[in-house]
């Protein structure tokens, strides 16, 4: 009897050890909702752009892009299929109508993490600078690993045997950075407040666009003074803030978006997603 019970102990105690053997992987910094992958796919160009599985490791559950004050701005929206370390290459190719790469904006998974658990969804920015956007119809998007090990894509357009999904660029991009600086620093259920100004005109304040996906929300001039940016921005008077419609407090969520007004260039940090409550 006391033999079994020895036993028994035992294992019980290995059973506790593999129990915590099986550390989970710390969360993703840039980890995000089902709800906030659904707003960039809704974004995306077309259902080509939308659940693109690479292999068995990755979904691209969305990707979209925008014209930022920097460069074309993408939001991709990745999950993972399985609990897997996080060492690949993004690679982002701007590209010509050959498929010549004219500029690169690669960046590597594990930056700020080194494995993710399955199902982790989080979503990656990406500044592409005008400057080598020059002659570039597409962005070539692809994961590779050491070696030149390449994932494939399982749909959409792409090239390089499947290896890149390509990406259309819009056809209207600037030559070079937009000479305001700004950003959109929050949306939610009070406000939606940010700051931008014009280095070249610090005097002349600027006329903000703030929409909810499609519909615009408010055209607002940066007038409101900032005591942060007193000493820093000019005479920090550029702020801009609006009171956050009703209609938007209905528990979904909304793509807060902020553009210049006869610029076409997004405010950095745009869009956010406000939660709706």
């Not at 840039?30 to 709800?35: D, E, M, P, V, Y």
């Not at 969305?62 to 930022?68: E, R």
């Not at 990656?124 to 994961?143: F, R, T």
């Not at 305001?180 to 666009?209: Q, T």
Request: hydrophobic share 40%.
């Amino acid at each position: 009897m006391h033999t079994k019970l020895i036993r028994i102990a035992l294992a019980l105690a290995l059973m506790f050890t593999a129990a915590c053997g099986k550390k989970k992987a710390p969360p993703h910094p840039h980890a995000i909702t089902q709800a906030d992958a659904d707003a960039i796919a809704e974004r995306a160009p077309s259902d080509d752009f939308r659940d693109v599985e690479f292999d068995d490791n990755y979904v691209l559950l969305g990707v979209s892009g925008s014209k930022g004050a920097r460069g074309f701005e993408l939001q991709l929206a990745w999950k993972s299929m399985k609990k897997q370390p996080l060492e690949h290459l993004v690679a982002i190719h701007a590209v010509n109508s050959e498929g010549k790469i004219v500029g690169q904006a690669d960046y590597k998974q594990n930056a700020a993490v080194a494995e993710v658990e399955a199902n982790t969804i989080w979503r990656d920015s990406v500044v592409i600078p005008y400057e080598k956007l020059a002659g570039a119809v597409n962005v070539g998007i692809g994961l590779m690993a050491e070696g030149q090990q390449w994932l494939l894509a399982d749909r959409g357009p792409r090239d390089w045997d499947e290896r890149r999904l390509l990406f259309p660029l819009p056809k209207d991009l600037p030559e070079k950075p937009s000479r305001f600086i700004g950003f959109l620093e929050a949306a939610h259920a009070e406000n939606i407040v940010g700051w931008v100004w014009n280095p070249d005109e610090p005097s002349k304040r600027v006329e903000v666009e703030i929409t909810d996906g499609a519909t615009v929300l408010a055209k607002v001039v940066a007038d409101k003074p900032r005591t942060d940016l007193v000493g820093k921005v000019g005479d920090g008077n550029y702020g801009f803030s609006i009171e956050t419609p009703a209609a938007l407090k209905d528990g979904k969520p909304h793509e807060i978006r902020a553009k210049i007004v006869g610029e076409g260039v997004e405010l950095r940090n745009s869009p956010k997603i406000l939660q709706g409550k």
